[in-house]
């Protein structure tokens, strides 16, 4: 099983996106993508609509195959409604965080609570930079906070952070946030030091397609000195567990523990 947990459609490249996530399905077997659609850092109302209007499509076009991130940027006021539409009437099956506000802003509150109960996760842009970090790109501290007051919530820190070596400490004991391993800025031997860090079932597959390459990620995963039955759960059976609304957040049931 296969299952990239971070893909996008950008905003003007929609249809040219979408040939290259159907082409890398068919040629490395991916039995799933999870999209989002993403366009300018601090999009407007309608911006938001037209990008979560391009996901469902999407999902529409392709339900055996494509599944969606709703996208929010908290700031707007009609930012819960913009949340119960996508999961409720779109079909998408989490919420996507990108740049518009950290991701522990109070803004956030009322849009984690309702991730709660509608048991969805919440994936969180997260890229620590040396360098032209934008105003309000999150960091591990900042998933670390908004995990630690939600412990019920299901986060997915994408990119490892960026630096897994910093910014996977922050996280480290709490139980509720996940990792992706899409598009980082890789150095060998990362995905073994977050599996030492979180354990293999807090790890992820993805690969920030179509703007990553896809192949960076696998090799990353078969790189690895994982066994087999690990690079399984990096693969795709993680994402099982992380999307399926009647597993709680951070538990491990007594079957996978064998």
């Not at 947990?5 to 991916?30: F, M, P, Q």
């Not at 293999?200 to 078969?222: H, I, K, M, T, Y």
Request: contains cysteine; glycine residues 8%; hydrophobic residues 35%.
């Amino acid at each position: 099983m296969l299952v990239d947990v971070h893909a996008h459609l950008w905003k003007g490249s929609y249809e040219e996106n979408k040939k290259t996530i159907l082409r890398l399905a068919e040629k490395y077997h991916v039995n799933r993508f999870y999209i989002s659609s993403l366009g300018s850092l601090y999009p407007d109302k309608e911006e938001i609509a037209e990008l979560n209007g391009a996901t469902c499509a999407f999902i529409k076009e392709h339900p055996e195959l494509i599944s969606g991130y709703c996208y929010v940027n908290p700031s707007l006021e009609n930012s819960l409604e913009t949340l119960r539409r996508g999961i409720e009437d779109q079909g998408m099956s989490g919420m996507k965080l990108w740049v518009a506000t950290f991701c522990d802003d109070p803004r956030v509150y009322p849009l984690a609570e309702k991730c709660i109960q509608y048991g969805i996760p919440i994936l969180i842009h997260s890229f620590y930079k040396a360098v032209h970090q934008l105003k309000y790109e999150s960091l591990g501290e900042n998933v670390a906070r908004l995990a630690a007051r939600y412990p019920e919530a299901k986060i997915l820190m994408a990119h490892l952070g960026a630096n897994c070596y910093t910014q996977l400490k922050p996280v480290r004991y709490l139980k509720n946030v996940s990792v992706d391993i899409s598009g980082s800025l890789y150095r060998k031997g990362e995905v073994d030091y977050a599996v030492k860090m979180l354990g293999v079932r807090r790890g992820l597959f993805g690969s920030d397609a179509p703007e990553a390459n896809f192949l960076v990620s696998c090799g990353q995963v078969e790189e690895s000195c994982l066994s087999e039955r690990e690079k399984a759960l990096i693969y795709g059976g993680n994402a099982v567990r992380l999307f399926d609304r009647s597993v709680p957040a951070g538990s491990i049931s007594e079957k996978e523990r064998k």
